[in-house]
């Protein structure tokens, strides 16, 4: 907008982040959201198969990614554990 050209928020790109114990911080779009522009797939990933979780004795937690399940493109993550917004 600065250089005079209109100005795009893709809010799918916006992360957040609620800082509570444990921290839940999330970008992209969840599992839950209308399915209409994309066929979607979604993994979990425990934090006890996390090396820093491990490390640091925090391994209470997860992970979750959700991809374009013919590009396997990720349109969104969510992370549910100690130190999610790092």
């Known amino acids: 907008m600065m250089a005079g050209q209109a100005g795009h928020v893709d809010w799918?790109?916006?992360p957040s982040v609620?800082?509570?114990?444990?921290?839940?911080?999330s970008v992209g779009i969840g599992?839950?959201?209308p399915?209409?522009?994309?066929?979607r797939s979604h993994r979990v990933f425990?934090?006890?198969a996390n090396a820093r979780a491990k490390a640091l004795g925090e391994t209470?937690?997860?992970a979750k990614v959700v991809?374009?399940?013919t590009t396997d493109?990720?349109?969104?993550?969510?992370?549910?554990?100690?130190?999610?917004?790092?």
């Open 67 to 69: 991809a374009d399940a």
């Open 46 to 48: 425990p934090f006890t």
């Open 12 to 14: 799918d790109l916006v």
């Open 31 to 33: 599992e839950d959201e």
């Open 73 to 86: 493109r990720v349109l969104g993550v969510t992370i549910l554990g100690p130190r999610a917004s790092t």
């Open 35 to 39: 399915a209409a522009r994309h066929r």
């Open 18 to 25: 609620i800082y509570t114990f444990p921290e839940l911080a």
């Open 60 to 62: 209470a937690g997860q």
